[in-house]
């Protein structure tokens, strides 16, 4: 008899696409912990600083992915600059928790997975970004329940230790719907860019080329 594995035949166009696997809660030995500070050319010192002095403590008990882009992660096990779509995608469904930067793709994606995300916005006051809108989308996040919202370093390792203590408290249940939430928020934060150079275009030069006055006119 041939016991070998048939073929499956192919996925059809009319087929709903497979939904993000929920994550067996029962303790394995270590919590498996997913950081992205995403791609951003601005460094992100601030959360990998805080990640590695709660690292410190904590050590063999947490399994760390550190995608940390252009900031430097001396150190940290683990640690990436950067992950393709289909390795986040991976690492986001391996986690048991993940901490992120206030970008409303990745926020998305993160919950798309089953996650509360754990989020620290970057805060242009301190160079991490060019403006504030990770900490406006992020509070507003965070005030409606959707985001674990962190901004001290107190914060942070508060909820880390609670995630470490029980990691159920920062899963939700997978939603599929925020794949195209995602694309809706890219394509409006793209519009708002565009309309903001184009105004740009339109506005006049906030100074102009002085000529001096030709003091010898008047001694003619």
Do not use: Y
């Amino acid at each position: 008899m041939d016991t070998s594995p048939r073929p499956r035949p192919p996925r059809s166009a009319t087929e709903p696409a497979r939904l993000p696997r929920q994550r067996d809660t029962a303790p394995t030995g270590q919590t498996r912990l997913l950081v992205a500070v995403g791609t951003d050319k601005h460094p992100f010192d601030r959360l990998v600083d805080w990640l590695a002095q709660w690292h410190a403590d904590v050590n063999d008990a947490v399994g760390l992915t550190v995608q940390h882009g252009h900031t430097k992660a001396p150190g940290l096990p683990g640690a990436v600059p950067f992950l393709g779509h289909d390795a986040l995608q991976q690492e986001m469904a391996d986690a048991d928790l993940v901490v992120c930067h206030g970008g409303p793709a990745t926020i998305l994606e993160a919950r798309r997975h089953g996650h509360l995300p754990i989020v620290v916005p970057r805060d242009p006051g301190r160079g991490e970004h060019v403006d504030d809108h990770q900490q406006l989308f992020a509070r507003r996040l965070g005030a409606a329940g959707l985001v674990a919202l962190c901004e001290t370093r107190e914060q942070l390792h508060e909820a880390l230790a609670a995630g470490l203590a029980d990691a159920s408290r920062f899963a939700v249940a997978a939603d599929p719907d925020a794949h195209e939430a995602r694309r809706v928020a890219v394509a409006r934060v793209g519009q708002i860019v565009e309309d903001l150079v184009a105004r740009a275009a339109r506005r006049p030069p906030r100074w102009r080329a002085w000529a001096r006055p030709d003091r010898t006119e008047g001694r003619r």
